[in-house]
C-alpha cells in the first residue's frame, strides 16, 4: 500500500464528568476520521491529560497526583483505543500518556494501536524544561520504528522533532513516515516544532506529521493553554509544495485535518529529486571542524 489517508487531530483538552463522557468524544473522534477513510489517525503529545479532571479538583490541580492517579485508567484507555481501531479498521496513534514504570517515574509515552491490537510504542527521549523541572518526567532511552501495514513509521514526540539524528535513524531503519505528537502553549512553541518537523522532511525527504494539542483548558495545571496547527509537511522538490507545507488546519477550530500521502513518491524524490538530502547526509561527517 503506498498511499494512505492520514487524520492529524487538532484535538481539545476537554473537561470529562466521567469515564463514559471519555469513550463518547474519542468516539466521535475516531468515527468522524473513519467516515472520511482515513486509515492512519494521529492524536497529540499529552491529550490524555483531560483525564485527570474526572478525578476532581484536588486530583487535577496538582501535577504530581494527576500522574498517579490516571494510572487506574491505563487499561481501559488502551483497551478503548485497541477496539475502535478493530472497529473502524484504522491504525490510531494516541494521545500520549504518563505512564508509571517499575522505578516508580514515568515516561511520555505514544502508542500505536491496529485492529490487531498494539502494533509499539515510543518513549519521548528529549525533556523540555517543565518536563524535567516541574513535572519530573524521565526520558526514554531508545529510538524505535514501529513496523505496520503502510510500511515503518518513526514517531517523534514534540521536543524530540527538534534533534535530527532521531529523526535520521528512524530513516535509515526504513521509516519514511515521522508522526510528531505536539502540545505547545505559545505560538513560539508551536513554530520550534513546526521548524523542526519541516527540517527532518527537508533533510530526510520523508512525511512529517504534526498533531497538537488545541485551545484553553484553564481548569488544567498541565495543559491550560494550547496553540498550534495539525500540519503536514513533505520534502521541498519536484511533485511536493514549495514551502514543503502539503496542508494545516485553522486557527479557531478543533478539527481534523487530512492528507493522501503516497509514499512512493519519497523513494522518487530520492532518486530524482533537485538535490539529494538524504542521500548526501554523511558528507557532513567527513568535513573537518574548524579550529
Known sequence: MSKVKVAA???DISFLENWAA???KLTRWVESAAAENAKLLVFPEYGSMELASMFGQEVYSDL?????????????WQAIHQQLARQHDVMILGCSFPVLQSDNTFRNRANLYSPDGLLGYQDKLVMTRFENEQWLIHAGQ???VIDSDIGRIGINICYDSEFPLIANHQVAAGA??????SCTDTEAGFYRVRIGCQARALENQCFVVQSP????????EAVDVNTGRASFYTPVDYGFPANGILVEGSTDTAEWV???????EIARVRQQGQVFNYRDWPKQHELSPPK
Open 9 to 11: 487531530a487538532q484535538y
Open 22 to 24: 471519555y469513550a463518547d
Open 64 to 76: 504530581n497526583q494527576q500522574l498517579h492517579s490516571m494510572q487506574s485508567i491505563y487499561p481501559d
Open 142 to 144: 531508545e529510538i524505535k
Open 176 to 181: 519514511d513516515l515521522i508522526l510528531v505528537p
Open 213 to 220: 494539542t488545541f485551545g484553553k483548558a484553564e481548569w488544567s
Open 258 to 264: 487530512f492528507a493522501e500521502l503516497d509514499l512512493a
